[in-house]
């Protein structure tokens, strides 16, 4: 008799909500009276970590229990030092370093396959995991954290709505709302919303998602590919064109789908992850797209990133002027945004497309403050605002989306 | 607002809506497509088309004749099959099955939802001797063309279980895709039981929902060729002969094939063969064997279902381009073993009429690549084709033998000879007044 598992990758079919409804009955019912059935909350939520980690990915979920067990010591470790009142640069470094690295080695190993390191294994959502750890060492530095209670902060880690790609939540909050249950007026309120993000989740991922992604990236890719090696050269063509218009759709339905369903799903358990997009596309400059694509990770890189660097910066008056300052810090923050999403050139020229976008974006804004005479603000200054941001928000999507390294280079 | 009330106000749409949705989905619609909607569906080799139901039933009531074949199909050149029906306004229009990678497992359980369509009609197969490798059917084709609805169909449609579905139960069972009441339902067939009430239950319930997905959704994403064949049949003489197609064939495929010495399509050349590619390949196939292989079991499972609908069906096996097979170093000795080897699992069986193009690979312009026939080729099919088409439709029947879905068949060397003494095969026709 061959056993089969029942492998369930989160969020990928319609059926998985079936399952996933089923499970979360006892927590709405608990809820809706008031109780926190935190046990089951727990064991459902194992359950379907289980469920992605079994069968031939049980490697993935061996590593993620190492990996679990290292960051714990690493945390606990660095809070016992902060309790006994020491607080040495270098130790906070070494903290954060150790959080960071097997991330690190991760990257590399997916960069460099042929040369596997020794005991690393990727695993579904380590990087988001890893955002989680670097948050909560940052804040026992900075002593917003001075205790960490080990159950909410492993129910913090493995919350599983949100553990194969975020939102990222932060611990101070997460750890308010995860021991009581909301009043019930608030919960009827967030059911409402869960319940509408759940279906419009439906409709960007299955429906406009699967459109722009299954059904017509693929003839856009093919086309592109054929035009390209017929026009030579740079092997650019109107269907690269299209093509990148088409990925941004699909990566915005997609991913905006993904975290909707994530949102959604937090909400039912009576938690309030931040949601990830507020209509990115109507941003009229590349600052404020940032304030409203994949927002959780803008925000982390800015207050652990950005911030940090600045405040670091400032201290050690590293830099005369607060515009060359502020430019630095944009560089560091998508650079390593850059090398956070892989070690590959595309990712990291994505990284510094940003980075040189936003920093003339400042020169811009700048700009226009002094000259607030002379430059026209109106409708339609504002739309062409939003016209442009869009077109060079998708040129950047293109170049993230590692087409250009299959149509010169023939790999991805 | 009472939060009875507001609870009904958040889940009461939701409730509705998958109600509404099962009721539409357990309805029994009827659909009937158009004559444009069949046309193109008949020339568009999707996947859909492919796994679906409706449209080939359609079809087939309609004078469509089933083409199974594989990526040859898709050699859309002047003188396809295709373009000459339409052209010369045969009197059977082909619906091309099949495609990259649709090896007999696939074919097998794509014929399951048009038993009755085809019963006493005909059929054409293109059978692809590169099918017959060792471990048979492509798991990762197989997941292209795995249809649920005619999985439940196939499993439905067993009155009793026998050799054969039994045998087929345990392939499908060897591929990635079966889920759920169908892998249960194929795991009890597997073990010699029959289906339970409740498996059936649910599987009728399954199939009513895909009948209807596949009545609803099938014209989707059709692939439009019509203007290509329209195109390609303004070439072609008004009346029908074959020197004048055989002038044309030789025209058409020496504009297409003037990149490379091997008498391949210029665009395949350029896309799939370039320099790298060309000397990886060189010498690579000297140790490709066609001739044991779990594919002539699996290939036995489309005969029986011929055989159960009684459908007159002719074989064409077609050559390897010559020059590209002693460049690649593949055997033609091992080529011919699996060519008779094949013949003689449908000679045995009362499956008579084959066209053996097989050893036809080095004549000009036969192929349109390396294993895909063209041109020249598509004119030779066709002097097969047409007089088997001139012929009136009439219940057949085949002398099946359990002995094709054993290891000791499928490892059996290939025959260096087609004997000429077959197990007798009955009188079709008197055996058929029998019943």
């Given at each position: ?39 089951y909350?727990?064991a ?11 069968g031939d ?5 061996v ?11 690493v945390?606990?470790w660095?809070?016992h030092?902060?309790?006994n ?13 150790l ?42 530095r ?33 750890a ?35 459109f722009?992604g ?29 093509y990148?218009y ?6 915005f ?19 309030h ?5 507020n ?5 009229q ?46 560089l ?13 050139w595309?990712?990291?020229v ?6 040189i ?52 280079f023939?790999?991805? | ?28 619609w009827?659909r009937?497509?158009?004559?444009d ?38 050699r ?9 029906a339409?052209?010369?306004?045969r009197n059977?229009?082909?619906?091309l ?26 059929a ?18 197989f997941?292209l ?59 009728e ?6 009948n209807?997905?596949?009545k ?6 059709l ?41 391949i399509n ?22 490709f064997?066609y ?64 066209e053996d ?16 026939i ?13 007089p088997?088409?001139?012929q009136k ?12 879905y ?18 007798a095969?009955e ?9």
């Open positions: 008799m061959n056993f089969n598992f029942i492998n369930l990758q989160p969020y990928t079919n319609p059926q998985y909500f079936v399952y996933l409804m089923i499970g979360l009955v006892p927590i709405i019912i608990g809820l809706y009276h008031g109780h926190r059935l935190k046990i909350e727990v459902f939520s194992l359950v379907f970590l289980f469920l992605i980690f079994d990915k049980w490697q993935q979920g590593n993620l229990i190492i990996y679990l067990l290292f960051q714990l010591l945390s606990y660095y809070l030092y902060r309790q009142g020491k607080n040495k640069t270098w130790v906070f470094y070494l903290a954060v370093v959080a960071i690295l097997p991330l690190v080695l991760v990257k590399f190993q997916i960069a460099f396959p042929k040369a596997p390191i020794p005991g690393v294994l990727a695993f579904l959502g380590i990087s988001y995991i890893t955002f989680k750890t670097v948050q909560v060492i940052m804040e026992i900075d002593g917003a954290i001075k205790e960490l209670d080990l159950s909410t902060y492993l129910r913090f880690l493995l919350f599983f709505p949100t553990f194969s790609s975020g939102p990222i939540d932060r611990y101070r909050r997460f308010k709302e995860c021991n009581v249950a909301p009043k019930r007026d608030q919960y009827l309120a967030d059911l409402e919303i869960a319940t509408r993000n759940l279906f419009q989740g439906f409709l960007y991922k299955f429906v406009l998602g699967w722009f299954t059904y017509w990236l693929p003839k856009i890719s093919k086309a592109a590919l054929i035009a390209g090696a017929a026009n030579g050269g740079l092997k650019f063509s109107w269907w690269l064109v299209a990148m088409c990925y941004s759709m699909y990566l339905f997609d991913f905006a789908g993904y975290s909707l369903f994530a949102v959604s799903i937090s909400n039912f358990m009576g938690i992850t931040p949601v990830n997009f209509k990115p596309f109507i941003s400059n590349i600052k404020e797209f940032w304030n409203r694509w994949h927002m959780t990770l803008s925000f982390w890189f800015r207050d652990y990133i950005y911030m940090r660097f600045t405040f670091f910066a400032m201290k050690k008056k590293l830099f005369k002027n607060p515009i060359r300052l502020s430019q630095a810090a944009y560091l923050l998508f650079l390593t945004m850059g090398f956070w999403h892989g070690l590959t595309y990712y990291i994505y990284g510094l497309f940003h980075a976008a936003i920093i003339i974006n400042d020169c811009w804004l700048r700009y226009k403050k002094k000259h607030k005479e002379q430059i026209p603000s109106n409708k339609f200054t504002k739309w062409l605002a939003i016209f442009v941001t869009f077109n060079i928000v998708c040129f950047s999507f293109l170049i993230f989306s590692g087409f250009l390294s299959e149509l010169w023939g790999w991805k | 607002m009472s939060n009875k009330r507001r609870l009904w106000q958040i889940f009461g749409p939701v409730l509705c809506a998958f109600i509404l949705l099962l009721v539409i989905f357990l309805m029994p009827e009937t497509f158009s004559k909607a069949i046309y193109q569906a008949a020339n568009s080799q999707t996947t859909t088309i492919f796994k679906g139901s409706r449209m080939k039933q359609n079809a087939f009531d309609d004078g469509y004749v089933p083409f199974y074949g594989s990526s040859e199909l898709s859309l050149d002047p003188l396809h099959p295709s373009v000459l339409e052209k010369y306004h059977y229009r082909p619906f099955l099949g495609g990259p990678g649709s090896q007999s497992l696939a074919q097998f359980l794509g014929m399951q939802g048009t038993a009755k369509q085809l019963k006493n009609k005909k054409v197969v293109i059978i692809s001797p590169q099918w017959f490798t060792k471990i048979g059917q492509d798991p990762d084709a997941s063309y795995y249809s649920p609805l005619q999985a439940c169909n196939f499993l439905l449609g067993i009155k009793k279980t026998s050799v054969s579905n039994r045998y087929a139960a345990k392939r499908f069972l060897q591929m990635p895709e079966t889920k759920g009441v169908i892998k249960s339902g194929m795991k009890t067939i597997a073990n010699g039981q029959s289906l339970t009430s409740t498996q059936r239950f649910l599987l319930n399954q199939r009513r929902m895909l209807n997905e596949d609803f959704f099938s014209t989707f994403q692939r439009d060729r019509i203007q290509k064949i329209n195109g390609h049949a303004k070439l072609l003489p008004n009346t029908y002969s074959i020197k004048a197609l055989d002038q044309i064939a030789k025209q058409q495929a020496a504009i297409n094939t003037n990149s490379n010495s091997f008498g210029n665009k395949f050349y350029k896309m799939r063969l370039n320099k790298r590619a060309l000397a990886k390949l060189k010498d690579s196939q000297r140790d064997n001739t044991k292989s779990v594919e002539y079991s699996d290939f036995e499972l489309m005969l029986h279902q011929f055989a159960k609908q009684h459908t007159n069906v002719l074989f064409i096996i077609p050559p390897i381009n010559q020059k590209w097979a002693d460049y690649t170093g593949l055997s033609e000795s091992m080529y011919q073993k699996s060519v008779n080897k094949i013949k003689y699992q449908l000679n045995s069986q009362g499956f008579d009429k084959i193009l097989s050893k036809r690979g080095s004549e000009k312009y036969f192929m349109e690549d390396t294993i895909h063209g041109w020249r080729g598509w004119v030779a099919v066709d002097q097969a084709v047409k088997f088409m001139n439709n009439e219940p057949y029947n085949y002398n099946m033998r359990n002995y094709f054993t290891k000791k068949w499928q490892n059996k060397p290939g025959m260096i000879k087609t004997t000429d003494k077959y197990p095969v009188n079709r026709k008197a055996a058929l007044k029998e019943k």
